[in-house]
């Protein structure tokens, strides 16, 4: 929790780095598998057939995917035009 009150918004006053969210890094990648794990295994009974929850699941891991492929140029400081740029930053601090 300590970690990641760094990054709470109004923040404003601290020099925040990418590796410094290195050390909770590990635990917000097991605590979103754990999450998304039981997530899969929930399945509600209905008269005909079991509905699953696994879907979601899986769209929980498109969307980690997809964010990932989203600011993978920010990441390793790739080119990228102004408009690019803009696109991916959302807080004006950053």
């Given at each position: 929790?300590?970690?990641?009150?760094?990054?709470?918004?109004?923040?404003?006053e601290?020099?925040?780095?990418?590796?410094?969210a290195l050390g909770?890094?590990?635990?917000?990648?097991?605590?979103?598998a754990?999450?998304?794990?039981?997530?899969?295994?929930i399945?509600?009974?209905?008269?005909?057939w079991?509905?699953?929850?696994?879907?979601?699941?899986?769209?929980?891991?498109?969307?980690?995917l997809?964010?990932?492929?989203?600011?993978?140029?920010?990441?390793?400081?790739?080119?990228?035009?102004?408009?690019?740029?803009?696109?991916?930053?959302?807080v004006?601090?950053?």
């Amino acid at each position: 929790l300590a970690a990641w009150m760094m990054w709470v918004l109004g923040n404003t006053e601290r020099v925040l780095f990418f590796y410094h969210a290195l050390g909770m890094l590990i635990f917000t990648v097991l605590a979103l598998a754990y999450a998304l794990t039981a997530l899969r295994r929930i399945t509600f009974p209905t008269r005909r057939w079991a509905v699953s929850l696994a879907p979601l699941a899986y769209a929980g891991v498109a969307v980690v995917l997809a964010a990932f492929v989203f600011f993978y140029p920010v990441w390793t400081a790739a080119p990228l035009s102004n408009a690019d740029h803009q696109m991916r930053v959302w807080v004006d601090t950053w």
